[in-house]
């Protein structure tokens, strides 16, 4: 299928380097939750369901009454028209998984934007995806060009958006040198956080057109991007310093590949492209929330230990890991757990507070989590967004 892309990811496999610096943790929090957030959480989890219930009964009364109504019954009772959700890395991990369950509550038609076309195919199939619940369309992150054709495509699709997940990531903990996109932008920060920067951007217009009655964009943060976790101390920690880096284009060249402006680290990299996501959460609330009335989120989903994330993680982390995170953090959640909890993020009419970071308490149960200071740095999310907005010409 001329549709397939070329992986652009090594699968070789090195030895990682040692962690640079002693962690810190002087911060109070343990397990990615907060002390007092995790003590919040349990006590708050009786009100909260109660709130819940209430929430989700005035939410289906809005949707009764509301313009995205298309169907009627011969009783003339109307129902909801299914959503049209786009989740970009949806062959795979937490995309498949989250694809998947709101596939299959039948009140969701899933546009799963993949860079290989046959991985989703077989990937849908495997996972038993009602066949009239999904449409895979190709996008290749690492390619502006792609983003831009893919925005094309699903416009002349003419589907309605509803809601847009960026959720596809690379990682490349053991990489020694950094590896690029077509346009020359280092391949964790240019792919998790540029690609989607560009695609939420344009697409904002799709997301602003529709009838819906809950419209989201939803970018996937993670706890190792917050410094104020003990997860986020472990070296190396995010920090996306003063944005020379990002600044200069980070091509390696004549700039650093770094944000910071620093030596190039993979495992940096992928967490200060996380820390990225979640400060352009924040500011397209900022700018766009009144103004849309489009509820934008981030999220940590848990620890899902056992993805392709960690591909390129040598086989010993890839052993250990899962056990390390199930039996001694505790932070592990399977694939199928964490697709529910995002899939809540995209659908349930109580998670439809604006600006939010949502974690979940080990019952299961979302919260509102804290962002560490540097994700939560307002200044600093205007910066990246302006310098983002330059890099992939928009301005
Ligand atoms: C960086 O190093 C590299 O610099 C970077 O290039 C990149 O590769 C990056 O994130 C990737 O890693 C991080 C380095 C520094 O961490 C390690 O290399 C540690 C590897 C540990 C891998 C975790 C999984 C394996 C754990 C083994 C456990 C096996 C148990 C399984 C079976 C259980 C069944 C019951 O990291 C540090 O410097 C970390 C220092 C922080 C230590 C903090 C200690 C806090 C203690 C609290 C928790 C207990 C942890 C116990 C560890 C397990 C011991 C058995
Ligand atoms: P996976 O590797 O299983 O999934 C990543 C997805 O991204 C795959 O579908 C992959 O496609 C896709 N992708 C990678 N590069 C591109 C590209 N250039 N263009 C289009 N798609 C691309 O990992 P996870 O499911 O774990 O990761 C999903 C999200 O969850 C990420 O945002 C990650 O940061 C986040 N996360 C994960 C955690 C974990 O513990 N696993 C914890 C916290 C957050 P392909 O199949 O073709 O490789
Ligand atoms: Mg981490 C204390 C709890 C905790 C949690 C919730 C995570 C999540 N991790 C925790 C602790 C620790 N980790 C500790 C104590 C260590 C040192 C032994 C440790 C190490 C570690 C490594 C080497 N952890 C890792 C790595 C990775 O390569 C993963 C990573 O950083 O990817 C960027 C990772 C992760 N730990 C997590 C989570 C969720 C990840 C991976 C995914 C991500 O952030 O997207």
């Not at 590896?179 to 997301?207: I, K, M, Q």
């Not at 809950?214 to 190396?236: D, E, F, M």
């Not at 990002?246 to 495992?267: P, Q």
């Not at 960690?310 to 199930?326: A, G, M, T, V």
């Amino acid at each position: 299928m001329a549709l397939q892309a070329a992986s652009v990811v090594s699968s070789a496999f090195s030895v990682p380097k040692e962690g640079k610096s002693g962690a810190s943790f002087k911060d109070s929090s343990l397990f990615g939750v907060t002390f007092s957030e995790n003590l919040k959480a349990e006590f708050s989890s009786v009100a909260l369901s109660c709130k819940r219930e209430f929430k989700a009964v005035r939410a289906q009364t809005t949707a009764t009454t509301s313009p995205a109504i298309n169907k009627g019954t011969s009783e003339g009772k109307k129902t909801l028209r299914k959503g049209s959700v786009i989740v970009t890395g949806a062959s795979s991990g937490l995309g498949l998984a989250t694809a998947k369950s709101l596939a299959e509550s039948g009140k969701w038609h899933v546009i799963m934007a993949c860079r290989d076309f046959l991985k989703t195919e077989r990937a849908a199939k495997a996972a038993g995806m009602p066949k009239e619940n999904y449409t895979i369309m190709h996008l290749d992150l690492a390619s502006l060009d792609s983003v831009r054709q893919f925005v094309d495509n699903f416009r002349r699709s003419e589907r309605p958006l509803d809601v847009l997940v960026c959720n596809a990531a690379v990682y490349q903990p053991t990489a020694k040198e950094p590896s690029f996109t077509a346009e020359g932008f280092e391949l964790s920060v240019g792919t998790n956080h540029l690609g989607h920067f560009l695609l939420s951007r344009l697409l904002l217009e799709d997301l602003n057109k529709s009838d819906y009655p809950s419209k989201r964009l939803i970018i996937v943060g993670s706890i190792t991007g917050n410094t104020n976790t003990l997860a986020g101390n472990v070296p190396p920690k995010a920090n996306l310093g003063d944005l020379r880096g990002l600044a200069g284009g980070l091509n390696g060249l004549n700039s650093s590949a770094m944000i910071d402006g620093g030596d190039f680290d993979g495992a940096k990299a992928y967490k200060d492209s996380k820390v990225c996501n979640m400060l352009t959460m924040q500011e397209f609330h900022r700018r766009y929330h009144e103004e849309t009335g489009i509820t934008f989120a981030s999220l940590y989903p848990g620890c899902i230990a056992t993805t392709g994330l960690f591909r390129e993680h040598i086989p010993l982390f890839r052993l250990l890991f899962p056990p390390f995170q199930k039996y001694i953090t505790k932070g592990y959640v399977s694939e199928d757990e964490a697709g529910k909890r995002l899939a809540q993020v995209v659908s349930d009419p109580s998670l439809t507070k604006s600006g939010v970071y949502w974690s979940w308490n080990k019952n299961s149960a979302s919260f509102e989590n804290q962002l560490s200071q540097e994700a939560s740095d307002v200044e600093k999310a205007r910066k990246v967004w302006e310098v983002s907005e330059k890099l992939v010409g928009l301005a």
